[in-house]
């Protein structure tokens, strides 16, 4: 499978890069941007964070705001920020453009509905492809671990409990904890895998969380602000909270007490969530 | 002089704030941002480091990107992030947008030109209409740094050689040190202040600095990419280290291997800035 690098800037004495490549699980041209720290390379290779991003976002808006090279260069962690749905002009869309739905927010899902299930496969992509793409192409081995903001939240987390040992840790910012009870989960899921609420359970943090067997735990670590206008509605964290009651999971979330919804949030947390990743992948 | 807020972000334990207000000087409504550190307040006063930013910036692009909430939370130091030129629809504009030109590229001076005399002065607005707005509304002391970056660096420089004791050190990010002689400045310098080559030199650090006397020096670091694409033709730094070797003053020059004109390189050293700020505070 062939890239094509599109950027490069020197950050924090590594490089951050941005690639363009043909995905054939989502049938369209995509970008994704990488963190290489100064650790990787002439011969050594190093874990990787992959970050997925919140509605509306691109592979940009992590590297540019979070302050994450200063730490993935002094712990030798790459970040891998993909894309948060297909693009291009061919790629359907919400009718309306909404920012929730279609392009910007794919969610994470495999979309079993037309017209979306040609493209809008974030689940494979973010798990199969782009892993494989990296590993063959960066100086990178198969420690992973996942984070991710927002609809990024629920992405990591889910993928986190449905593949037990595929990745060292996971943590999240304000994640979309149980989208099923949730307009933004319910708009996206209702779409993207049809009317059915017992698809959705799959794709929900919350419900996967309840359902978790002590064998197939990741640690896992959320950071959730308490003045974040999308917490009652939207987020729902005390319903990850139960569920780890429930199972013993290893979930440590914690309320942040004046922080919202932004990046200036995820900047003054990330050192925290980049060190729990540390630890848990032996660094 | 009332200002009105229009946002607000927890930030590192302080607060990110955006402004906007009625501007006598340049006679529009402009935007403005500023963090207040955890320090600050309840009668505590912070010393305060005003940052210029660059061509098509605005108030925030340093704030989102940079890094420094953590470091100003750390050291008790307010940042001040005003936009680059007066804003609205009755400003005069560059006929084509042009990036380098009018509206986001007000290069800090007052312009004596038509049309450009009546709005475009930034000069004074940086350093007398803001600094007094500040006073008065926020747990801000005397003491203040400046910092910029490109037209923001050249802006930071030649605002503190012009006038001595204003601020206890100076720092710039790739600064247009010679704007005189470079293609930026001169398109802008013509527009704004004529013709006459002579009106020109009171905004040009580098003939600042070789002027400058002893009694007056602002202690100075600046840093530079050497992979900076505008490094030859638009910044010319070997202009000011000059400048500064034939009148001594004490400006330490780094070249920085590999690095661009971008964000991320900012971000990798603003460390070092607002140390050397903390340290010439007395922090």
Known sequence: MSIENISSAKSFGGWHKQYSHRSSVLGCDMRFAIYLPPQAGNGTTVPVMYWLSGLTCS??????????????????????APDTSPRGDHVPDDENEAYD??????????????????????????LAELPALIGEHFPVNDNAVISGHSMGGHGALMMALRNPGKFRSVTAFSPICNPVNAPWGQKAFENYLGPKQADWADYDSAILMSAAQPTGFTPALVDQGDADGFLKDQLKPETLEQAAKNTGYPLTLRMQEGYDHSYYFIASFI???????????GL
Do not use: S
């Open 271 to 281: 050192e925290d969530h980049m060190r729990f990743h540390a630890k848990h992948l």
């Open 101 to 126: 739905f279609g392009k910007g927010a794919g969610f994470y899902v495999n979309a079993t509905q037309e017209p979306w299930r040609q493209n809008y496969r974030m689940y494979d992509y973010i």
């Open 59 to 80: 592979d940009e808006n992590f590297m540019q705001k979070a302050g994450a090279h200063r730490l993935a260069a002094e712990l030798g962690i790459a970040i891998v």
